[in-house]
């Protein structure tokens, strides 16, 4: 089942270019969504994530110094403070948190690898990773299962898939379990798990396609169960490729697959898809059998990175890079089909979206 609606939600989008985070509050019955505060980071300020209790926001930023910033969250307001800035090591595409709020998890592109963070550490400022792993190609995701014993990484340049187990009382280390490999050219980006965490999702960011895969909740191994086909609303283009080394003239550019970001429904039926390319988002239905089969797609803000569904799954907000305005869209709850509601101005380079319930006063305790 989906969570209760509250009033409004506070909406965080953290913007590369202008390195700050713009919050915004949507509004539950009408959908709109109005500009609330912007609050300076630090350069290119770009993946976020929440703490498991969503009482703190956490922003890595990939500039000259990157950093893992720290803002408490007025759980009344949705405004944020500035708590810490963490000088760190490695330029970070990816950021989660440990469910048991012990650890931040970190995937570098650029360095290859893998990092775990002490929640506790960074809170006094300090951002030496208690254990990296090295020798990830194009490290692009890290996420942790919910019981906090399984961390699951993808490897966008070797196209695999790698499976650690996270050694209890043994300070953030990570034991290797497994790599499964995709097929060559598939470019794993962001991967989701299922609200049973049964199934993992990964996405195809040369693709645009869902690789799916059974999870043993108990060894937290996976089995492969299917990759979505292409959708007919990408098939005009041809599969992308790694980015970031030789350039590629504008031209080529335009004629391949860019995927990026993946959600799914709270209740599980629908998988979502941004490309960049066509700056479109892309429907999956989840199937009987777990594979997923594709509805339509919408167009959306310009070069759509990041987006975000609410935890009742009524909306889901999308931010493109090349885009100054934040759009929400409300969920057909039995097609998953999406349709504009409201577009708010924001800042420049936007990537990230991530979303908390605002609390009435009323229910605040003192």
């Not at 922003?59 to 708590?83: E, M, N, Q, V």
């Not at 695999?160 to 980006?189: S, T, V």
């Not at 108990?218 to 080394?245: C, I, M, W, Y």
Request: with cysteine; glycine share 8%; net charge negative.
């Amino acid at each position: 089942m989906n969570q209760p609606l509250p009033d409004s939600y506070s909406v965080y989008v953290s913007n590369s270019i202008d390195g700050d985070i713009s919050v915004f509050s949507l509004d539950t019955q009408s959908g709109e969504l109005e500009a609330v505060a912007r609050h300076v980071a630090a350069e290119s300020t770009q993946p976020m994530t929440l703490s498991p209790d969503e009482r703190t926001l956490y922003a890595a930023t990939r500039g000259a110094r990157p950093s893992i910033i720290a803002y408490s969250i007025d759980a009344a307001t949705g405004d944020l403070s500035h708590r810490v800035t963490a000088p760190i090591e490695s330029s970070l595409a990816y950021l989660s948190a440990d469910p048991l709020s012990r650890y931040l998890f970190g995937a570098s592109y650029g360095e290859n690898r893998a990092s775990v963070y002490d929640v506790e550490r960074i809170a006094d400022g300090i951002g030496k990773p208690l254990f990296v792993v090295d020798g990830i190609q194009n490290a692009h995701a890290a996420i942790v299962s919910s019981d906090g014993r399984f961390a699951y990484v993808t490897s966008l340049g070797s196209d695999r898939l790698f499976c650690y187990e996270l050694k209890q009382d043994q300070h953030g280390e990570l034991a290797h379990l497994d790599a499964l490999e995709f097929d060559r050219g598939f470019g794993p980006r962001h991967l989701r798990f299922s609200r049973d965490e049964s199934t993992l999702y990964v996405v195809s960011e040369f693709r645009a396609t869902v690789a799916v895969f059974e999870r043993d909740r108990e060894t937290g191994r996976l089995s492969a169960a299917g990759v979505s086909p292409r959708p007919a609303a990408l098939a005009h283009l041809k599969d992308g490729q790694v980015r970031g080394g030789t350039p590629i003239d504008p031209e080529t550019l335009a004629t391949l697959v860019w995927g990026a970001d993946m959600q799914l429904t709270p209740d599980g039926r629908f998988v979502y898809v941004s490309e960049r390319t066509t700056s479109r988002l892309i429907t999956y239905r989840v199937q009987p059998d777990g594979t997923l089969e594709y509805q339509t797609f919408i167009e959306t803000e310009t070069q759509p990175r990041g987006f975000r569904i609410d935890p009742a799954g009524r909306f889901l907000v999308a931010c493109g890079e090349k885009s100054s305005h934040v759009a929400v869209y409300g969920i057909d709850a039995e097609s998953g089909a999406l349709s504009l509601l409201s577009r708010c101005e924001g800042g420049n380079g936007a990537n990230w979206v991530e979303i908390v319930a605002r609390v009435a006063p009323s229910l605040l305790t003192v």
